[in-house]
């Protein structure tokens, strides 16, 4: 889909990489986007119009709704991704801040979105919490989840932070019309803008309402599971609701998309026992790359950064760059 937008000026600048771009200035907000190529066939616009498509980064700074925009490509289609597991401690957060970032790093233009209102996903990326900037709003009719998203440090990664807020959502929404649909009805139009190749939503560490929406809203489940015995009795219990969701013709194409393992300790029989266990049962959907029990990744968040700023040549570093490498091949993320 192309759109067209009135261009007010053109000024050009460099970047980094020496590549040439130009900035289009829209009533004042600075628009940026890539030229078509020379052999790019197009109507001919006039002067004063210009093709465009939206980037990922178009919301943070843009009141009046405008938003970024590359000359005449298409607009790319967003899967939605929900990281749950009714089980806390699990690596759930952990797993969702990393992998986003992973994703993001490879140039993957990605949105995490923090609805858990413990709101550790946004501490952990670095972001303050903020009273008004959660989905609450959104879910009870208040605003988009457009006007949500904040920047972070990261580029080519969003977020759509937390706040206690969220709490009373659960309670809330169960007295409402349609209450599990709620949450994909919000993110739909977030979806159809394009912005966004992969939406990874970090979930409560429970099923409740908010869990069960984000099941109701995904393309795929990702469950982040623990390496001891006791979490294989919740894989069952998460693969029961997914069922569920799916019987009850709230979202016929939910699909569990992979199970990560995480919190694997080398030196135990156990940790290597429960991930048999798993691929016995789930050989196709088991990752390959299991995510280690290591200090850093439980001190990084602590600092309100990512494992691959707080210590980058870590095996948790390297383990989620190896899943995020698989999440690309699997779910064909270019």
Known sequence: MLLVMPVVRLTNHRLRNSQRRQRLE???LPVRFRLAPPNFHRPSPSAETVFLRPAPDAFQSCPLGVRHWSLGIPTMSSLVFTIANQKGGVGKTTTAVNLAAALAEKKIPTLLIDLDPQANATSAIGIEKQAGRSLYGPLHGEGTALERIVATSYEHLSLIPSEEDLAA???????SENY????????????????????IIDCPPSMGMLSMNSLAAADFLLIALQCEYMALEGLG???????RIKGAGLNNTLELGGVVM???????????????????????KIFNTVIPRTIRLSEAPSFGKTIF??????PGSTAYRNLAKEVIARFGLK
């Open 26 to 28: 829209i009533q004042g």
């Open 262 to 284: 995480t919190m694997f300790d080398i030196r135990t029989n156990l940790s290597r026992q429960v991930v048999d266990e798993v691929k016995k049962h789930l050989p196709e």
């Open 237 to 243: 219990q998460i693969l029961r609701n997914v069922e």
């Open 180 to 199: 599990l649909a709620k949450l994909r009805n919000v993110l739909e139009p977030l979806k159809a803008s394009g912005s966004f190749r992969a939406i």
């Open 169 to 175: 959502a659960e309670i809330e929404l169960a007295q």
């Open 309 to 314: 700023d707080y210590d980058p040549l870590s």
